[in-house]
Every structure is written in C-alpha cells, then in structure tokens.
C-alpha cells in the first residue's frame, strides 16, 4: 500500500457486504438485519445501489398493518451515505457509508462499524508514532549545536532550539510567537522573507561578538511561507580553529606547514568560544561576561579551584575594550610575601641589594593600557592591599627606590575561590578593596553543576592529547563516560583534563575501558557518591540511608526546579502534604 493510498476508503472497505434485493420480503430482511447486527442494509438491482432499508422502516412497517410477507420495494429510503472509492476515511463523519462507483453506480463495499473501529485503531497508531517522531525531531533540534529558528511568513518564531535560547538568554516558550526581530538582535530575517535570497556564512554581531550564521527561505507551491535561521559558529575564532585543525592534519600527513601553524597558534585569540559548555549555567557565565567585557569597570571572579577562571579573565580582555594591550597575569599565592610589591609595582636600580642595573618594571606598568589579572587575591598581604587600592584609585604606581609616579592606564579583573566577604568581616581583606574590586562578580559555577558539559570538554581535549602523545585516537567507552557523570569532581574541569591525559598516558590500547581507570578514581567516586561497601550490618545500613536520602533530596530539587518553586504544587506532585514537604526542606537545607 502507497502513502498516498494509504487513507482511501477503497483500502478499508468490506468488499463484499450483506445486500438485499427490492423483491425480498419484509420476514426476511428483519431476518437479516438481526443475524447482522446491523441498522440498516444496501438494496442493489443488478449490483448497482437503488437505496438502503433500515430496521425501524420494517417494523414501522408490521405495525400499520402490512404483513411479514410483502415485499420491501415500498419501504425503500433513497437516504443514505456513500462515496466514491478515492473518498478519505478522514472524512467519514458515520456509517454505514457505502461506496459506490461514480460511473456505474454500482456497490463496491461498505464501512461499517467494523471497519470504521479498525480505522480509528489505525489511525491511533499511526497518530502514536507520529507523536514518537516529533519527539525525536524535537530532541535533534534541540541538541544540534546550531542555534536554529524557524519563522513563518510574518517573521513570527514558531521554533527555537535550546542553544540559541542558551545564547540570547530567552527561553523557547519566551520566544515562540514573537516577531524574531524582539529576540535575535540584528537579525536579517526579515530581509530574506522579503527577497527570497538565502545568506549562507554571513557575520553576525549577537552579544557583541561576531558569529557566522545561515539565513535561508523555505519555499512552498511557489511562495514563501516562512525562513531558517542557524547560528553554525559561536564566533568567528571557530572558524579560526578549524582552519588551523586542518592545517595540523596536513603537518602530520607530511605537509610543511609547520611555520604557518605556529604563526596561527601564536596569533589566536582566547575567546568565550573556547570555554567549553552548553549546559544554563555556564552559558549564564559567559552571557554576564560578555557584557562585562564591553565595559572597563573592575570584575571579580569567584569560583572553586579549576573551575576556569583565568580562562574567563583572558575571553574578557581579548574581546573588550583593553584587548589591544597586554594581558598580565600575576598569581598572587605563588610570589613570596617579601617580593609581592617589587613584583607588582617594580624598582629603581640600587633599590635593594640584589636590584637589576636599570631597575625593573612592575606588572602594573605592564599592564598600561591593558589588562592586569591578579588571581588568588584572597591571599594577598593586607599592608599590600593598601598599596593596590592606591594604584586603583590613582591611577598611577611608584617603583620601589623612586620618587616620581608613573601614570598607569589598565583594566583590572581580580580572582579567588575564597569567601572574600567572610575575610572581610573576619579583617582578613580590606572592606575598601573589596568594594572596588566587586563592581562586575562573576561567579563560575563547578563541574558537578555542569555536567550536561563532560563530553563537550572530552571531545574538544581528545584532539590535543592525541597530539601531545602522537596517537591515531582513542575512543572512550560508554561505562566509563557513565562514571565520569556520577562522579563529583572536586577538581573541576582541571581534574578532567588531568585524568584524560592519565588514561592516555598509560593506556596502550585505542579504546579506554573501565579496567584503565585507577583505584584510586573508584574509591574516591565511591565514596562521593555514597556506594562504599561497608563490613558491618550497621554501616551498610547508614549507607543505604545516605543513599535514599540523596535521591530524595535530588528529586525535591528537581520538582521545585519545574514548578519554578512553588511549594504547594510541589508537595501535590510528590505526594505529600505540604508540612513533610517543608520539613524535609529544612533537613536537607534547600
């Protein structure tokens, strides 16, 4: 059966159904219509359809008098359903519905309530899977790593996937039914609808950065009923990237462009493309920091250990205002107390014994007219952080053994995983300093809140490791990624990257197993996630209470999340009044 035929009457009907003929007796045909469990019956002369008798006409009939034995030609009803054999079962609005030639009259079948309950059950069927196809052409669109939207003729969103939600910062549900100028800022799309002429690889300036995106027309019976537009690179240093991937291939298939990558790797620029992530979070981070970037204003960075931060320092003076000077990274935790100030403001030859001959600019001054990156400033001396706030607020530093100052023009972008606020009611931090540092926070969120963005960062690192060991590839097997989502990842995205280089480093074979990950990594990720076998009856137990305890905090945590908070329906979807609700709220500390 064809698609197209697919609905057709003809490939539903009974072919052969009960008829009566006009000289039947009215007996008989009660008869009939009782063994078929049927209203009404077809009356055919020569096999061509003259009309239908119905049950009530027969006994309407007995009852005035007119006996068993006459013939039903005088009850014949000229009232009655049919179509031609091409009619759509869509359109059957009852039956019996008789189907009849156009040219010859003549009875070809029927629906009744037999087939018209196959029909509905066909449909059904088809309707379910229909539903599992959308759902699969949903999640594709989703999580393609385009930004897609398709608008109708008006320019009108009808749908939006999640990376280009990610990336303007407005939900689908916001943004399906508004004009798509209101939600993609300097969008073309309008233009396209208007000409009909697709934009392939066109610049585009979203968030203030330029991305490269398609803008094409879907065409229907002639006209333009709406337009596609696909965000395919989230800055052009991507573009960049792929270029110098290509470039690494030839190299390493003998190809002698060697001198040209370097130039391309010492001129690449460190952009929010090349921080890894899709998932809200860290998508949210670099919304904030791109708009950062576009001002001069003071940013501090907050954050646990590896989780990035100088990466973000560097995407914000690489795109912002001071990117045309340097950038100057200072770790203040790893320069000894007795040389932070030497280091960060400079000296004058014959300072101190010791003193280079023409004395030494110090980071401050290096940084003029670009940015100074000082991270860990929790651990930075208090009698220096007077000195710091000076420079800030003058605008210009004194070298050690000097007298004269020297005007400085930067950006300053600080960094810590310390409580900065707790040191500063605790007088371990300038409550001044602070204020002026925290103009722009930008908190970067941990690995384990990301963790939709584990096989993002995986397969942008497996590149580099197979060229920092010279290998062909390795491929990761699915248990082991299934690992790596359960465990908790104190060190964040450098502990990844660590135990990457790990299993490539020791693991001789192309595919890396669950038998290739260290002991080590097991009893860590073990006792995290509350699985360590205990010995005893009673630590098992404890352990299977943690256990229940965690999946019910993480399911409370998630219902809260869809009903954007509310309690009371909260409480209604978990099945539990709402005191027990907040009760365990205040156990779990939610």
Same mark, same amino acid.
């Given at each position: 059966m064809v698609k197209e035929d697919y609905y057709r009457v003809k490939e539903w009907m009974s072919e052969y159904p009960q008829v009566l003929t006009k000289d039947?007796? #009215?007996?008989?045909?009660?008869?009939?219509l009782s063994e078929g469990h049927c209203s009404e019956l077809p009356v055919v002369d020569h096999e061509r359809l003259i009309g239908v008798v119905t049950i009530g006409d027969c006994l309407a009939?007995?009852?005035?008098? $007119?006996?068993?034995? =006459?013939?039903?030609?005088? #009850? *014949?009803? !000229?009232?009655?359903?049919?179509?031609?054999?091409?009619?759509?079962?869509?359109?059957?609005?009852?039956?019996?519905?008789? $189907?009849?030639?156009?040219?010859?009259?003549?009875?070809?079948?029927?629906?009744?309530?037999?087939?018209?309950?196959?029909?509905?059950?066909?449909?059904?069927?088809?309707?379910?899977?229909?539903?599992?196809?959308? =759902?699969?052409? %949903?999640?594709?669109?989703?999580?393609?790593?385009?930004?897609l939207t398709i608008v109708d003729e008006a320019g009108v969103i009808q749908l939006f996937n999640e990376n280009y939600s990610r990336y303007v910062g407005v939900t689908k549900e916001e943004a399906i039914g508004l004009p798509v100028e209101n939600v993609i800022e300097n969008t073309r799309i309008p233009i396209v609808l208007r000409t009909g002429i697709p934009e392939r690889n066109q610049i585009h300036w979203l968030q203030g950065q330029k991305m490269v995106v398609h803008r094409m027309p879907i065409w229907k019976n002639g006209r333009i009923i709406g337009a596609v537009g696909m965000l395919i690179y989230e800055g052009v240093s991507e573009v960049q990237q792929i270029i110098t991937q290509i470039d690494l291939l030839e190299q390493r298939k003998g190809s002698e462009t060697s001198i040209e990558v370097s130039k391309v790797a010492a001129q690449k620029r460190f952009t929010f493309e090349d921080i890894l992530g899709e998932s809200p979070a860290i998508s949210n981070t670099k919304k904030l920091a791109r708009k950062a970037a576009q001002s001069k204003a003071p940013v501090l960075i907050t954050g646990e250990s590896g989780v990035g931060k100088e990466q973000f320092a560097r995407a914000i003076h690489d795109t912002g205002k001071m990117s045309s000077g340097r950038f100057i990274s200072v770790n203040c935790a790893a320069i000894p107390e007795n040389l932070i100030e030497s280091e960060l403001f400079g000296y004058m030859e014959g300072a101190f014994t010791g003193a280079k001959k023409g004395g030494k600019p110090g980071k401050f001054e290096l940084a003029h007219m670009g940015t100074i990156f000082l991270d860990e400033i929790g651990d930075m001396p208090l009698a220096t952080q007077v000195k710091i706030l000076r420079v800030i607020q003058e605008k210009e530093v004194e070298r050690i053994g000097g007298t004269e100052p020297i005007q400085v023009q930067f950006r300053i972008i600080t960094a810590t995983n310390k409580n900065l606020e707790k040191m500063v009611r605790e007088g371990e931090f300038r409550e001044d300093l602070y204020y002026r540092l925290h103009v722009i926070p930008l908190n970067i969120p941990p690995l384990r809140e990301r963790?939709?963005? *584990?096989?993002? $960062? $995986?397969?942008?690192?497996?590149? %580099?490791?197979?060229?920092?060991?010279?290998? =062909?590839?390795?491929? *990761?097997?699915? =248990?082991?990624?299934?690992? &790596? &989502?359960?465990?908790?990842?104190?060190?964040?995205?450098?502990?990844? *990257?660590?135990?990457?280089?790990?299993?490539? !480093?020791?693991?001789?074979?192309?595919?890396?197993?669950?038998s290739d990950l260290p002991n080590e990594f097991f009893r860590i990720e073990k006792k995290q996630e509350y699985m360590t076998i205990s010995s005893s009856l009673s630590e098992r137990n404890e352990v299977r209470q943690l256990v229940h305890e965690e999946e019910e905090k993480n399911i409370i945590e998630k219902v809260l999340r869809e009903v954007?908070?509310?309690?009371?329906?909260?409480a209604k979807r978990l099945g539990i009044t709402r005191a027990t609700l907040y009760n365990k709220l205040s156990r779990y500390q939610l």
């Open positions: 039947l007796e #009215i007996g008989e045909t009660l008869r009939l009939t007995i009852k005035s008098g $007119i006996g068993w034995n =006459e013939p039903i030609n005088s #009850i *014949i009803s !000229a009232v009655f359903q049919s179509v031609n054999e091409d009619f759509s079962v869509k359109q059957l609005d009852g039956c019996p519905t008789y $189907i009849v030639c156009e040219k010859t009259g003549m009875l070809q079948g029927v629906i009744t309530q037999l087939e018209l309950l196959k029909i509905n059950q066909a449909l059904f069927q088809r309707l379910e899977k229909s539903k599992e196809t959308i =759902e699969w052409y %949903t999640l594709c669109f989703d999580t393609a790593y385009e930004g963790k939709s963005d *584990i096989p993002l $960062i $995986i397969s942008a690192q497996l590149p %580099t490791l197979c060229q920092m060991y010279d290998s =062909e590839g390795k491929t *990761i097997d699915k =248990e082991v990624m299934q690992l &790596f &989502f359960r465990y908790h990842w104190p060190g964040n995205v450098r502990e990844l *990257i660590n135990v990457l280089e790990r299993l490539f !480093a020791l693991t001789s074979e192309s595919h890396i197993k669950m954007s908070g509310n309690k009371s329906e909260a």
